[in-house]
């Protein structure tokens, strides 16, 4: 069962200076330009202790001092927050919107009510675990995906967000972040109650989930969104491919099923459709597949590794695999000849994934693109 606890939170005060200025994307999606644009913004910018590089007491003595001067404070009680996120969806451009709890969840093993969709690699994993270690402080939350059958999450979310928010800010990708601060105690329990026989499945921070159980936390801090959610989607992660040595992308071709030319990538029935761009031009191929097999696995399983060679040893270890999340950016890398070739695919269904993760299915690294990212530095948790 999933039991959600109220969190007595390190948050920004007043004297931090606006909220627009402070909170960040999470660390493991800030490219460097976009690190010192957060930097110079602010002395307080959250960046300055999620992106220590390295120097994990130098983030604990910037805390700290964060902490002394009065820039950061302990909320006076525990509440339970609920976070709506309003964005230009990649792409069609239309406005979506999800909503979702920040809380505490009980630490537990994957499989009985914590779910994992992907494998970790074990270089993010120590860098957070030296972090987390360092200053004794979870910085981000693990966002956490629920089925919500009744849709009664969803609602009581909806109710309260048609109040005014305590914190309201727009970041640099057209997203309005929102956040509500819930204290009362029916309202809580009532929620506690409806969230008593979710299970839980990880859509973004495995990596930060397994630190929490390296770190042997009895609770970790949450944001869990409920999948009934409207504006929840996945978007499609394409493969670009490097470095394969004796590369004959019309071997390659003649290898897979059912190609044609063209990049439309609308999967007939029985089928999984893989976008395929090489230097001679553009192409599909139809994959056939079962109802419970998604397109990343069918992509890793039955083009990547008996084609390509490139087995989940060799995927894990790197050097022949990179990730793009938009189309035309991924075209173009094949275009001017920056990568072999490229493999397009269709935005996976949340319900997907959710169905075969929590049958126990392990996805290939990279296979989901929840956007918008979660706001860093909106809620803490001290440990201590």
Same mark, same amino acid.
């Given at each position: ?11 920004? $005060? ?71 996120? $309003?964005?230009?969806? %990649?792409?069609?451009?239309? $406005? ?39 200053? /004794? ?27 005014? %928010? ?19 105690? +029916? ?23 397994? $630190?929490?159980?390296?770190? +042997? ?10 999948? /009934? ?60 597949? +079962? ?94």
């Amino acid at each position: 069962m999933a039991n959600i606890h109220p969190v007595r939170a390190l948050r920004y $005060t007043e004297k931090a200076g606006p909220i627009s200025e402070l909170a960040t994307l999470p660390y493991d999606v800030i490219p460097a330009a976009l690190e010192s644009d957060y930097k110079a913004r602010s002395p307080y910018s959250f960046a300055h202790v999620i992106l220590p590089r390295g120097d994990y007491a130098g983030a604990k003595a910037r805390l700290d001092g964060w902490v002394e001067a009065g820039i950061v404070a302990r909320d006076s009680d525990a509440a339970i927050y609920v976070y709506e996120q $309003t964005f230009p969806a %990649p792409g069609s451009g239309e $406005t979506l919107v999800r909503r979702g709890f920040v809380a505490l969840g009980d630490t537990e093993e994957y499989g009985e009510t914590v779910y994992r969709h992907e494998r970790t690699i074990s270089g993010p994993k120590e860098d957070r675990f030296r972090l987390l270690e360092a200053t /004794r402080v979870q910085f981000d939350s693990i966002f956490m995906l629920f089925p919500d059958e009744t849709g009664a999450v969803e609602a009581r979310l909806e109710s309260t967000c048609a109040g005014t %928010p305590e914190l309201e800010y727009a970041d640099h990708e057209k997203t309005t972040h929102r956040l509500w601060r819930i204290v009362d105690a +029916g309202w809580i329990a009532a929620l506690q109650s409806e969230m008593a026989n979710e299970k839980l499945l990880i859509a973004d921070g495995h990596h930060r989930y397994e $630190t929490a159980l390296r770190m +042997g936390q009895a609770k970790t801090l949450m944001t869990f969104v409920s999948m /009934r959610s409207k504006g929840l989607r996945s978007f499609a992660t394409h493969r670009l491919v490097h470095g394969i040595e004796g590369f004959d992308a019309e071997a390659m071709l003649a290898k897979l099923p059912d190609v044609a030319a063209g990049l439309e990538l609308t999967s007939p029935e029985g089928h999984v459709r893989i976008g395929i761009a090489v230097a001679g031009g553009e192409y599909h191929a139809d994959i056939p597949a +079962g109802p419970d097999e998604l397109n990343v696995s069918v992509l890793q399983d039955k083009v990547l590794a008996p084609v390509l060679g490139l087995t989940p040893e060799k995927v894990a270890a790197g050097g022949h695999l990179t990730y793009v999340k938009q189309l035309p950016a991924a075209l173009e890398e094949v275009r001017a000849g920056r990568e072999q070739a490229a493999f397009l695919l269709e935005d996976l269904p949340v319900e997907g994934v959710a169905r075969v993760s929590f049958a126990g299915q392990v996805l290939p690294q990279k296979s989901t693109f929840f956007y918008p990212k979660l706001g860093s530095g909106l809620v803490m948790y001290p440990l201590d």
